[in-house]
């Protein structure tokens, strides 16, 4: 069974430009998570998705936004790219009914802002 | 608001040695906890989880925690550690309703000496 899947595993942009992450979840989980991880502020919740809609927002700047797909696959989209941006974006899916926390995660996208 | 606090940064114990990652919580109602294992470079694997009942969970790799309500706590245990149990761990709660997400703390990172 395939797990969640994230692409790019690395990326590196400049100051200013935009990135868009991708998130696959796995085979019937419609809900998707994203997290952003820093050594200064750990995991911090970007936001949450399920039957493509955003049932949650966490505490960041609107240059982050979301969306799903009816597929449930996911995606991020940074804008004006700022070099604090520069972090591993974690997915994660869940089942319906299990989205108590019972997360999947992907690797990772590892952005870099230089 | 509910938040997670893991005291120790760093842990260093010898190969064979028992362990303890302590954690604390806070949160207003019944909490569904959650303990993450993060090895370099990679995503989030869950290694148990405790929603209700048994106040003493086993989870993946030979790892327990164990749930105590009067001092908020939920602390990882391994009677015997591997050179390969070498990574971060992450507590986390998990809140829902309009709040859908998982909290984590800054984690505690062990290293394994031979």
């Known amino acids: 069974k395939a797990g969640v899947t994230q692409t790019p595993r690395y990326l590196i942009k400049t100051r200013g430009q935009q990135v868009t992450l991708s998130c696959s979840p796995i085979?019937?989980?419609?809900?998707v998570s994203w997290y952003q991880q820093t050594p200064g502020q750990g995991l911090q919740f970007l936001f949450e998705?399920?039957?493509?809609?955003?049932?949650n927002k966490g505490n960041f700047p609107g240059r982050f936004s979301g969306r799903q797909f009816s597929n449930s696959r996911s995606e991020m989209n940074v804008s004006t790219l700022e070099l604090g941006d520069s972090a591993l974006y974690l997915c994660?899916?869940?089942?319906?009914?299990?989205?108590?926390?019972?997360?999947?995660f992907g690797s990772g996208t590892r952005l870099t802002v230089v | 608001a509910q938040s997670v606090t893991q005291p120790d940064i760093h842990i260093t114990v010898s190969e064979g040695a028992s362990l303890e990652l302590r954690c604390n919580y806070s949160y207003g109602a019944t909490p569904y906890l959650f303990w993450y294992v993060q090895s370099p470079g990679q995503g989030l694997q869950l290694l148990l989880k405790y929603f209700s009942g048994d106040t003493l969970v086993q989870g993946i790799k030979g790892f327990e925690a164990e749930f105590k309500r009067s001092q908020s706590s939920f602390n990882l245990r391994k009677p015997s550690v591997h050179w390969s149990d070498a990574a971060e761990y992450f507590c986390?709660?998990?809140?829902?309703?309009?709040?859908?997400?998982?909290?984590f703390g800054k984690g505690t990172l062990l290293t394994v000496n031979p």
């Open positions: 994660a899916s869940s089942r319906p009914g299990q989205g108590k926390g019972g997360y999947t």
């Open positions: 986390a709660v998990f809140s829902g309703g309009s709040n859908y997400k998982l909290t």
């Open positions: 998705y399920f039957s493509e809609t955003q049932r």
């Open positions: 085979s019937g989980h419609r809900s």
